[in-house]
Antibody
Framework: QLQLQESGPGLVKPSETLSLTCTVSGGSISSSSHYWGWIRQPPGKGLEWIGSTYYNGRTLYTSSLESRVAMSADTSKNQFSLKVNSVTAADTAVYYC???????????????WGQGMLVTVSS | DIQMTQSPSTLSASVGDRVTITCRAS??????LAWYQQKPGKAPNLLIYKASSLESGVPSRFSGSGSGTEFTLTISSLQPDDFATYYCQQYITYHTFGQGTKLEIK
């Protein structure tokens, strides 16, 4: 059974870089049928897609965060990661990693999610 | 960017009721729409994809319809476990979620 687990610091200082890793078990991130994505949810608010990565290094980012975000995949560890630089309090959120199906040229809906991890930006 | 707007934001209903949630896209997304259910403190759970396809394991009381810019999620007979927040998501061009609809017990 596929499982995704987010890990990383739960507290990040303003202006620093938020770094999270998603470890995948029960499946391979080298799958040609899937993309791997990050979604965040500020406390009490809705869901925001941040971006997604493919095993070959292809990445897609939402336009509002593109200048501050980087994602990558490490197939040897079956992990993928997220970095958001120059964080502010507005980046405080629960961060989810998730799997997309890839049925065409671009990733589709999310069919599996990690449990989520709260990251707080505060000094 | 494609914007997704859900209505209502909050819906009060009783067990056994039939309820409908609407999601509108700012431009045509054909049938490339998914619906998710989220309970407090939990990750979203996929219910419907491609506007009307039921995800495996999801009860048949959930159904989706629509195409283009207007979509609906219907729960035919509310069960206690269905009180949650529901989100739509377009995936024709990147990914955008609606703002959510909270389904409350009346």
């Amino acid at each position: 059974q596929l499982q995704l687990q987010e890990s990383g610091p739960g507290l990040v200082k303003p202006s620093e870089t938020l770094s999270l890793t998603c470890t995948v078990s029960g499946g391979s991130i080298s799958s040609s049928s899937h993309y791997w994505g990050w979604i965040r949810q500020p406390p009490g608010k809705g869901l925001e897609w941040i971006g997604s990565t493919y095993y070959n290094g292809r990445t897609l980012y939402t336009s509002s965060l593109e200048s501050r975000v980087a994602m990558s995949a490490d197939t040897s560890k079956n992990q993928f990661s997220l970095k958001v630089n120059s964080v502010t309090a507005a980046d405080t959120a629960v961060y989810y990693c998730a799997r997309h199906l890839l049925l065409g040229d671009n990733p589709d809906y999310f069919d599996a999610w990690g449990q989520g991890m709260l990251v707080t930006v505060s000094s | 960017d494609i914007q997704m707007t859900q209505s209502p934001s909050t819906l009060s209903a009783s067990v056994g009721d039939r309820v409908t949630i609407t999601c509108r896209a700012s431009q045509s997304i054909d049938i490339w729409l998914a619906w998710y259910q989220q309970k407090p403190g939990k990750a979203p759970n996929l219910l419907i994809y491609k506007a009307s396809s039921l995800e495996s394991g999801v009860p048949s009381r959930f159904s989706g319809s629509g195409s283009g810019t207007e979509f609906t999620l219907t729960i035919s007979s509310l069960q206690p476990d269905d009180f949650a927040t529901y989100y739509c998501q377009q995936y024709i061009t990147y990914h955008t979620f609606g703002q959510g609809t909270k389904l409350e017990i009346k």
